[in-house]
């Protein structure tokens, strides 16, 4: 069963959130931080929306999604900017639904399209990703610290 994120969930949330990051390793990971951060985001936010994965009542999965734009199609995008899945409950087909879920989502608000990134070595994403109708990009991505 996939859920909105709200005040109700988000605790259940912050474990999986943890997780992720150290998958990422993320250093000085911060739950407080985290569940301010992450409580401004909801399925009537314009920001964006998390999304809790239940199976059999117990929150194993989850998807960010943020708003934002892109200037050279002049339209409202979609990011998927996480996916986790427990390592348990990987290959169950989670994380397929949650992407799904958020492709209609990103449709409902009006996004021209869903897109996202993953690490080179998150094979077994990658796997997931290449299995859907997508299109892959050969773009790189860079950061810019502004402190």
Same mark, same amino acid.
């Given at each position: 069963? +996939?859920?909105?994120v709200s005040s109700?969930?988000?605790?259940?949330?912050?474990?999986?959130?943890?997780?992720?990051?150290?998958?990422?390793?993320?250093?000085?990971?911060?739950?407080?931080?985290?569940?301010?951060?992450?409580?401004?985001?909801?399925?009537?936010?314009?920001? &964006?929306? $998390?999304? $809790?994965?239940?199976?059999?009542g117990q929150a194993?999965?989850?998807?960010?999604?943020?708003?934002?734009? +892109?200037?050279?199609?002049?339209? /409202?995008?979609?990011?998927?900017?996480?996916?986790?899945?427990?390592?348990?409950?990987? &290959?169950?087909? +989670? &994380?397929? /639904?949650?992407?799904?879920?958020?492709?209609?989502?990103a449709k409902q608000? &009006?996004?021209?399209?869903?897109?996202?990134?993953?690490?080179?070595?998150?094979?077994?994403?990658?796997? $997931?990703?290449?299995?859907?109708?997508?299109? /892959?990009?050969?773009?790189?991505?860079?950061?810019?610290?502004?402190?």
């Amino acid at each position: 069963m +996939i859920e909105a994120v709200s005040s109700k969930n988000l605790d259940e949330l912050l474990p999986l959130m943890r997780a992720y990051m150290a998958f990422y390793h993320v250093q000085n990971i911060d739950d407080a931080n985290n569940k301010t951060f992450f409580s401004q985001f909801g399925e009537d936010s314009d920001k &964006g929306c $998390l999304f $809790l994965y239940r199976q059999d009542g117990q929150a194993v999965a989850f998807a960010t999604v943020y708003f934002s734009f +892109i200037s050279s199609i002049t339209a /409202k995008v979609a990011v998927l900017n996480d996916l986790y899945t427990a390592p348990e409950y990987r &290959g169950q087909g +989670i &994380g397929r /639904k949650l992407v799904e879920h958020c492709r209609a989502y990103a449709k409902q608000y &009006g996004a021209a399209r869903l897109q996202w990134l993953t690490a080179p070595d998150n094979t077994q994403a990658q796997a $997931l990703y290449d299995s859907l109708d997508t299109n /892959k990009s050969d773009w790189r991505v860079y950061t810019y610290p502004v402190s």
